[in-house]
């Protein structure tokens, strides 16, 4: 079992950077590829980003390949996204999500956190 909290969302302006942490439980953290996704309302969930175990091999969205970038700490159980140069159409619920082996579909993930609104004004 891996319970997942997300934080660092909020509201920034457009062209502005944020960072968001997911902090895991469990002493199995590094066995588990890492995603995030995201969901903007009355749109379907979005795949963001994804790292391996390891933190080898990482995986993005076209659309934000080159303004995002995930990176994750095993010691601290942590899995980090940052953001940058943010757009209006980036505003959404962020989640983090755990699967045991690197995936893009939101199918594939066995474990999510809450959430965390990340809100982009023009």
């Known amino acids: 079992q891996v319970q997942l909290v997300e934080s660092g969302g909020g509201l920034v302006q457009a062209g502005g950077s944020l960072r968001l942490s997911c902090a895991a439980s469990g002493r199995t953290f590094r066995t588990y590829a890492m995603g995030w996704f995201r969901q903007a309302p009355g749109k379907e969930r979005e795949f963001v980003a994804s790292i391996s175990g390891s933190g080898v091999t990482r995986s993005y969205a076209d659309s934000m390949k080159d303004r995002f970038t995930i990176s994750r700490d095993n010691a601290k159980n942590t899995v980090y996204l940052q953001m940058n140069n943010l757009k209006p159409e980036d505003t959404a619920v962020y989640y983090c999500?755990?699967?045991?082996?690197?995936?893009?579909?939101?199918?594939?993930?066995?474990?999510w956190g809450q959430g965390t609104q990340v809100t982009v004004s023009s």
């Open positions: 999500a755990a699967t045991p082996r690197p995936a893009r579909g939101w199918s594939e993930y066995d474990y």
